[in-house]
C-alpha cells in the first residue's frame, strides 16, 4: 500500500489533486490507507482532526458505521430491542459528531492556508458500493 501510496504521489504534478474512490473501508484498514498517502506526502485535508474524532467515536466502544458521513447505529444486536439504548447512544455520537463539526468549521480558514502550501493533495471517496 505504501509503495502504491508513493507511486501515485511521484506521478502527480505539483499543485495537483488525486482522488482515490474506494469502498467504504472502515477500522483499522481505512487508518493504514490514509497513513500510506501521508506518508508518501500528501496533504490530506483536515486528517489529523478526522483521525482524532474516529478514535473518540470508537473510544465510546458503541458500534457505529457511517451513513452520509455521520455516524449511525445499526438497529441490529444489542439495539434490535432496545429502543433507549439505541437512542441514548445515538445522542451520545451526535454530540461527538458535532464537537467534530464545530472544530473543523474552526479550522476552515487554516486548512485552506495549509493546502495551499502543500504541492499535492488527495481526497478519498469512500462509496458504500
Not at 502527480?12 to 498517502?37: C, G, I, S, W
Request: net charge neutral; charged share 25%; no cysteine.
Amino acid at each position: 500500500m505504501q509503495h502504491i501510496a508513493a507511486s501515485h504521489y511521484q506521478a502527480l504534478r505539483p499543485h495537483r489533486l488525486a482522488y482515490f474512490d474506494t469502498m467504504n473501508v472502515q477500522d483499522e484498514k481505512r487508518e493504514q490507507f490514509e497513513q500510506a498517502l501521508v506518508e508518501a506526502g500528501f496533504f490530506i485535508p483536515f486528517y489529523h482532526l478526522t483521525k482524532a474524532y474516529r478514535a473518540e467515536l470508537n473510544s465510546t466502544a458503541i458500534p457505529y458505521i457511517f451513513v452520509l458521513g455521520l455516524p449511525r447505529i445499526p438497529r441490529y444486536g444489542v439495539y434490535a430491542q432496545d429502543l433507549e439504548r439505541w437512542k441514548a447512544d445515538e445522542q451520545k455520537l451526535h454530540a461527538i459528531a458535532n464537537k467534530y463539526e464545530e472544530s473543523k468549521q474552526a479550522m476552515v480558514e487554516a486548512e485552506k492556508q495549509r493546502a495551499k502550501e502543500q504541492p499535492k493533495q488527495a481526497y478519498i471517496i469512500y462509496s458504500t458500493g
